[in-house]
């Protein structure tokens, strides 16, 4: 009894490591920069996400996929492998090595998109972003190599009406076309093993593993626990394994459950975002939120990675209702700067580039490759890119999630409606209207008495602000306004955002 009872302690302490990020102190939230190139993302890193407090980057998949030109070269060709080799638009391998060390080296770390449910669908075109080819109807992929044997028979697509309620089809068969591999043969695993392994040595952090749920949670467990530790020489402690977070989409009403996932890794929350963005723009009110978490059907905290929008549901995929996009950008900034200030889950923020056609690709020139983002004199991309992580609303934020640190939420207060506002310890304090009417309240923001640079409105610059002050008195107390047709509906003061004039 003693040895199964230290064998269940084991086991469940390797979950629990499985859904540590390994952030650098202090910082908490990820970026997800959507097919920028290596070398753009090492600059990235030093000039602005290592100084700005950023955590980490989940980086689009840095194995060769094939390229689809008839297509225009798509966004979603990324997501058809055709090798494990470490060479794609965004870059070869000795340029994301650079990457890799370049960003931990200031606090940020790597988690890459792991493509390993499938290989490609089947095409006219045949040559990868390496050169690879491959024989679609001999289901031979010759960079691994993987053959007949690798995937799953019998060959079947999934439908429709396979997600209510069948599970053995859903992982078995093949997802709008793409190969599907069987994790269940040890050749494969070892496959899959070998190259997160490459990437673990080279200084990732972890993994988001792409189409989780249409692969079976006692073969990604295997897998998992043959991975390596993550290596100390990138400035991860002894023993850390890699952060895992799968991709589940589980709205509820599916054969597949999210929390099937749970115990192997943390899980995407795709609900999370479909909930604020429903309440952001006016399907529910934010009052409600005073128990947002698992009251609201969520996963446990600690196994959440939340976002409002990813690369799949800001272009209609992947989550049911509508997604607040930077296309909405006054509500979206609301939705990003609850989810930063409270203190559920894993945050996780989209950094885009434009896009009218759901399909496009990233800013391109006529051979195809990816066009890098330019700076602009206010710190704006141009050529295409979004980058809202370089909003100010945005950046702001995550430095108020960095400084609440693990602190909980009190002294809510909410107006009956859609005016809410509430403190995160002693530590920072938060201010909200989705009103058509102005708030003007004196509220408790348990802040130590002084006058405060609002950090949505502005910044604050040496010893003033950029934007609203707010003067916080002995009490804690402050009177905050927040007008309805404001360019934000947001006030957010914190420790260390003191002014002294």
Not at 101 to 112: D, E, F, H, P, W
Not at 326 to 351: C, D, E, N, T, V
Not at 375 to 399: K, T, Y
Not at 457 to 466: D, N, Y
Request: overall charge neutral; proline content about 4%; hydrophobic content about 35%.
């Amino acid at each position: 009894m003693m040895i199964r009872f230290i064998l269940l302690l084991m086991a469940a302490s390797l979950v629990v490591a499985y859904k540590n990020p390994h952030y650098a102190d202090g910082r908490t939230t990820m970026v997800h920069l959507f097919e920028w190139k290596w070398d753009d993302i090492a600059a990235e890193c030093e000039r602005f996400l290592g100084p700005r407090g950023y955590a980490g980057i989940q980086i689009s998949p840095p194995n060769e996929n094939l390229a689809i030109w008839s297509r225009n070269r798509p966004w979603w060709e990324r997501y058809q492998p055709i090798s494990y080799r470490l060479v794609t638009r965004s870059g070869n391998e000795q340029q994301f090595s650079n990457m890799v060390r370049r960003c931990n080296n200031v606090g940020v770390r790597i988690y890459v998109d792991a493509i390993i449910n499938h290989m490609t669908g089947t095409w006219n075109e045949n040559v990868g972003t390496g050169g690879s080819t491959a024989n679609f109807g001999e289901w031979h992929y010759p960079g691994v190599p993987y053959g007949r044997n690798d995937f799953n028979w019998p060959h079947c697509v999934i439908s429709g009406n396979d997600y209510g309620c069948c599970p053995d089809r859903v992982r078995n068969c093949e997802l709008s076309g793409l190969k599907d591999l069987n994790q269940g043969s040890e050749y494969v695993r070892g496959k899959i093993v070998d190259y997160m392994n490459h990437l673990i040595n080279l200084g990732v952090a972890g993994f988001r593993i792409d189409a989780a749920k249409h692969m079976w949670p006692s073969d990604l467990r295997i897998i998992y626990d043959r991975l390596h530790n993550l290596n100390t020489a990138h400035g991860f402690p002894s023993g850390a394994r890699p952060y895992i977070y799968q991709e589940v989409i589980d709205l509820g009403g599916e054969a597949i459950s999210r929390d099937e996932y749970t115990p192997i890794g943390a899980v995407t929350e795709f609900k999370f975002g479909m909930e604020l963005s429903r309440a952001f723009t006016g399907g529910n009110q934010l009052r409600w939120l005073v128990n947002w978490g698992p009251n609201w059907g969520l996963l446990a905290s600690g196994d959440a990675l939340t976002f409002i929008d990813n690369h799949d549901n800001q272009r209609g995929h992947g989550a049911g209702g509508n997604i607040l996009t930077y296309k909405q950008s006054k509500r979206y900034k609301g939705a990003i700067a609850f989810m930063l200030a409270h203190p559920y889950g894993y945050p996780q923020l989209m950094s885009s580039f434009d896009f009218h056609d759901t399909e496009a690709g990233p800013p391109m020139d006529s051979s195809g490759n990816i066009i890098s983002p330019s700076i602009n004199s206010d710190n704006s991309c141009g050529n295409g890119w979004i980058c809202e992580h370089r909003w100010r609303q945005i950046f702001s934020m995550v430095a108020f999630r960095n400084v609440a640190g693990n602190t909980g939420i009190n002294d809510w207060w909410d107006n009956g409606s859609n005016q809410i506002a509430f403190c995160r310890g002693g530590q920072g304090f938060v201010a909200f209207n989705n009103d058509y009417w102005d708030l003007n309240q004196t509220l408790q923001t348990c802040l130590p008495a002084g006058t405060y640079c609002d950090v949505i409105s502005g910044s604050k610059s040496g010893s003033s602000c950029t934007g609203k002050r707010v003067t916080v008195g002995n009490d804690g107390r402050a009177h905050i306004s927040l007008g309805a047709n404001e360019y934000d509906m947001v006030l957010a003061i914190h420790v260390g955002s003191e002014s002294r004039l």
